[in-house]
């Protein structure tokens, strides 16, 4: 979902498809890349509470706010 969000902000199409995590595993493990995709596939959850106490909101459109993040990156310098 966020690659897909990213590349529709650079206003390019999906190009993505869905693989099961044991095709990949094995891959991985062929490749001799087995640590790596443990880390890449691990289950990656954080507690927000600490910033949430700092004030810090999420935002409430994600996937929107990385297609604005990747068409602001892509635009061209201003030459003033």
Not at 15 to 44: H, I, Y
């Amino acid at each position: 979902d966020i690659v897909g969000a990213y590349r529709r902000g650079l206003k390019r199409q999906r190009r993505l498809f869905a693989l099961p995590p044991a095709v990949m595993a094995s891959v991985a493990m062929l490749a001799g890349k087995s640590e790596l995709w443990r880390a890449l596939a691990a289950t990656q959850l954080c507690d927000p509470a600490l910033l949430v106490g700092t004030g810090w909101r999420p935002e409430p459109d994600t996937p929107e706010r990385l297609a604005e993040l990747a068409r602001s990156i892509r635009k061209p310098p201003s030459r003033e």
